[in-house]
Nanobody
Framework: VQLVESGGGLVQPGGSLRLSCAAS????????MSWFRQAPGKERELVAR????????PYADSVKGRFTISRNNAKNTVTLQMNSLRPEDTAVYFC?????????WGQGTQVTVSS
């Protein structure tokens, strides 16, 4: 099983990034997919979640209206489009896959928002 995040980097405030998570080794379409983030000295927090049905659960208040999660079951990928980025969005972003029985984490990708 692998979850490989990509797309992180350094961006100026107000900019955009698109994170991708490529999944393999399990039946992607049957798993709920989530993006979490963890800033230095803080707990890991849920940012966005998309169910196996394609339904999107409410976003974290801090990213509502700025971030969009989507999935492509044909390509086994989940993406997080991040717009209007702020310095407080700086964190390591993790992809997570979970079912009723199993869950898997990616290794994370660093997002830094700074001028």
């Amino acid at each position: 099983v692998q979850l490989v995040e990509s797309g992180g980097g350094l961006v100026q405030p107000g900019g955009s990034l698109r994170l991708s998570c490529a999944a393999s080794g399990f039946t992607f379409s049957t798993y709920d997919m989530s993006w979490f983030r963890q800033a230095p000295g803080k707990e890991r927090e849920l940012v966005a979640r998309i169910l196996s049905t394609g339904a999107v659960t409410p976003y974290a208040d801090s990213v509502k209206g700025r971030f969009t999660i989507s999935r492509n079951n044909a390509k086994n990928t989940v993406t997080l489009q991040m717009n209007s980025l702020r310095p407080e969005d700086t964190a390591v972003y993790f992809c997570k896959a979970d079912s009723w029985r199993y869950f898997y984490w990616g290794q994370g990708t660093q997002v830094t928002v700074s001028s």
